[in-house]
């Protein structure tokens, strides 16, 4: 397989756990708000590679990318300690099921993260499109304690300030953080919280109906194997390879 070779333009260590790197785009490389690329470095005379989401929107100039640190991963161990300047090997193209294209029509779009399951949705709540197609568009973020809630004053403050999308994220996003391992204003499982109603009542909006609501799930495998027991409960169906559903998942996205 062919790789690009970009340059790391920026690099951000949110904490102990986490960091967001950008690296340069090539005008040739295209994607879908919602993909992920496999990245990587070359060790030992291999490209050694793994699957990331794209956190920048297609219209950007650069790509971003959003990593757990696993002290003993293979690509991790070495990715963390990478510096503006260093180079990376990204696959030539895209994939995802993280697009609408997947899935029915309907009012509202849910994003349901936890973790780094977050990245694709950052691109996803920066496209226009998204917004011409739903009311509203709910993006949720569970993580263990509030130090991870990465992208949290981008989410709060500048994306509702943006120049050409800010009129309508103030409009039609509703971001709804959670944390389970310490006291936090949204205290909880994600799941919990949809399944007792608790999540609908404080955003102030109905309760979920196969009618309106259409899900995207990314995040841990406790999450995708909860969320779609609680969705197929509801009369929800996945979206198949040529069928689009209800919901849709990423059963590729990999943090290591």
């Known amino acids: 397989m062919a790789y690009l070779t970009e340059t790391v333009t920026y690099v951000k260590h949110w904490n102990e756990r986490l960091f967001s790197f950008r690296t340069t785009r090539k005008p040739t490389f295209r994607f879908k708000n919602g993909h992920f690329v496999m990245i990587g470095m070359e060790v030992e005379g291999k490209p050694l590679m793994r699957a990331y989401s794209i956190a920048s929107a297609n219209y950007e100039e650069e790509l971003e990318f959003l990593s757990i640190k696993v002290p003993n991963g293979p690509l991790t161990s070495r990715l963390q300690h990478i510096k503006v300047g260093d180079e990376l090997l990204l696959s030539e193209k895209s994939t995802g099921t993280l697009v609408t294209d ?102 102030n909006i109905p309760d979920i109906k196969v009618e309106d609501d259409r899900f995207m799930l990314c995040g841990s495998e406790a999450l995708i194997k909860d969320m779609t027991k609680i969705l197929d409960d509801k009369g929800f169906h996945a979206a198949r390879k040529r069928t689009q559903g209800h919901y849709v998942l990423e059963n590729a996205f990999v943090g290591k």
Not at 176 to 187: D, G, H, I, L, S
């Open 102 to 203: 997947y899935t029915l029509p309907g009012k509202n779009l849910w994003l349901i993260s936890t973790g780094t399951g977050l990245a694709p949705f950052m691109s996803i709540i920066k496209d226009p499109e998204v917004y011409d197609q739903f009311d509203r568009v709910i993006l949720t973020h569970g993580v263990r304690y509030a130090a991870c809630l990465a992208y949290h004053n981008y989410i709060t403050k500048e994306l509702p300030n943006n120049e050409y999308i800010g009129d309508i994220i103030k409009e039609k996003l509703h971001y709804y953080p959670t944390v389970t391992r310490e006291p936090y204003k949204n205290k909880g499982r994600i799941t919990d919280l949809i399944q007792s109603g608790q999540l609908c009542n404080d955003l």
